[in-house]
């Protein structure tokens, strides 16, 4: 099973733009590739998702590289409320995995 | 809006007793979920269900049982609770839209074993 590699944390200013990174070099080609987050004391919540072109929407943007082994979620201007884990998974057949995400730490 | 209800946020137990973790949906997805969450471990998935009175296992489904009866339920069940369950517990819920599915999740209930 195709499994990702994120950081353990990361920090950005607020109203800056932040990248966040995802490794997945075992991706196949029919992988999508998902990004959700959890805000402190919530469950995980849905923010994106592609499988080869760059996709946008209200939330955030994806960038997917061109041999798909990597992507990065994109936060246009960072704002105190994304503040959160941040996963990106491979949800394929039974492959659920979504480890440890990366610890957005938004600094005011 | 998608929501899903899980039927306590926190819960406290004593060891060997038989727990019951709730979760309801209202969009009659056709998938349901329950992980458990533990500090530097991530979310871990422990069973899963593609249709009604239908079980997969996942991967930490030791100690572990489901129950799904109606579409719209999907109930955890520890047989002896234990101090090594102490978790945050999460249910989702997904249509069943394979790769491209989408899972929305409830609150999580904190359960603490004594």
């Known amino acids: 099973d195709a499994k990702t590699t994120q950081p353990n944390s990361m920090e950005s200013n607020e109203e800056e733009p932040v990248h966040l990174p995802c490794n997945h070099s075992?991706?196949?080609?029919?992988?999508?590739i998902h990004w959700y987050r959890q805000l402190p004391s919530q469950g995980p919540e849905y923010v994106i998702h592609?499988?080869?072109s760059n996709v946008n929407n209200r939330m955030a943007s994806l960038a997917i590289a061109e041999d798909r082994k990597s992507s990065t979620l994109i936060l246009h201007r960072a704002t105190l409320r994304d503040a959160a884990v941040y996963y990106c998974?491979?949800?394929?057949?039974?492959?659920?995995?979504f480890g440890t995400g990366t610890r957005l730490t938004v600094i005011p | 809006d998608v929501k899903v209800t899980q039927s306590s946020r926190y819960l406290v137990k004593r060891t060997g007793e038989k727990v019951f973790l709730e979760c309801v949906q209202d969009?009659?997805?056709?998938?349901m979920f329950w992980y458990r969450q533990d500090p530097g471990l991530g979310l871990r998935l422990i069973y899963f269900?593609?249709?009604?009175?239908?079980?997969e296992k996942g991967d930490i489904p030791e100690g572990y049982s489901v129950s799904r009866e109606k579409k719209e339920r999907f109930s955890l069940i520890l047989e002896s609770a234990s101090t090594n369950q102490t978790s945050m517990y999460l249910c989702?819920?997904?249509?069943?839209?394979?790769?491209?599915?989408?899972?929305?999740f409830g609150a999580g209930t904190r359960l603490s074993v004594l």
């Open positions: 989702a819920s997904s249509l069943g839209q394979g790769e491209r599915d989408i899972q929305y």
């Open positions: 075992t991706i196949s080609g029919t992988d999508y």
């Open positions: 592609g499988l080869t």
């Open positions: 998974i491979l949800p394929g057949a039974n492959n659920l995995f």
């Open positions: 969009m009659d997805h056709e998938n």
């Open positions: 269900s593609y249709d009604v009175k239908m079980k």
